[in-house]
């Protein structure tokens, strides 16, 4: 009797597999899909970090939300930035390849200029700062591969509008930055400051 009731619970469950989808580092620097190296998204970015979308927005290279670097016919570029990690894959491209007129634009806060404004230096400093420190930069976007959802970070609210993504653990040993913070202006992510917390 026994058996026949095992048997008829067994019969009425149900077994899912999911067989699609994107992959959890998909995309992100140093993931190996199938063997190979991901490679750089179409969409802009550093090293397969490029339109990795994380909560709330774009999947991998933009591939559900849209893009994240889209470029007119007339060469105007636009970044978009749904959430933290699109802004991740900008400050990298924009330091990395050089770009200060974007980086400026698109990239860093309003509030973090006015400041610079404020100290008597010319916005520019602000990306020569950063563009001199981008090895402590990469290496701490890098930590946490998977922007805001990587296990190794913290997220918190610092005000209105404002978050910190933090490193925490041992993925924190020999960063000199350990930190970002950012802001939603005008419907995006924006570049605060980088920081030790």
């Not at 190996?32 to 970090?49: C, I, M, N």
């Not at 509030?111 to 602000?126: K, L």
Request: hydrophobic share 40%; with cysteine; proline share 5%.
């Amino acid at each position: 009797m026994l058996l026949m009731v095992l048997s008829g619970v067994a019969s009425g469950c149900r077994y899912e597999r999911i067989v699609g989808g994107r992959r959890p580092f998909e995309g992100l620097p140093g993931a190996v899909v199938g063997g190979e190296p991901t490679p750089k998204q179409t969409t802009g970015g550093v090293d397969g970090l490029a339109g990795a979308g994380g909560v709330g927005g774009g999947g991998v290279g933009g591939t559900r939300a849209g893009p994240i670097r889209v470029e007119a016919e007339d060469g105007t570029i636009t970044l978009v930035s749904r959430n933290p990690r699109d802004l991740m894959v900008h400050v990298l491209d924009t330091l990395g390849d050089e770009e200060p007129e974007l980086f400026l634009r698109q990239v860093l806060s309003v509030r973090t200029i006015d400041r610079f404004y404020e100290a008597g230096y010319e916005p520019v400093e602000a990306y020569e700062r950063l563009r001199s420190g981008f090895s402590d930069i990469d290496a701490l976007l890098r930590s946490m591969p998977a922007g805001e959802i990587s296990a190794n970070a913290r997220f918190e609210n610092i005000g209105i509008n404002m978050f910190r993504l933090s490193v925490r653990g041992k993925a924190r040993r020999g960063l000199r930055w350990t930190s970002f913070d950012m802001v939603i202006e005008d419907g995006r992510w924006k570049l605060l400051w980088f920081g030790q917390s």
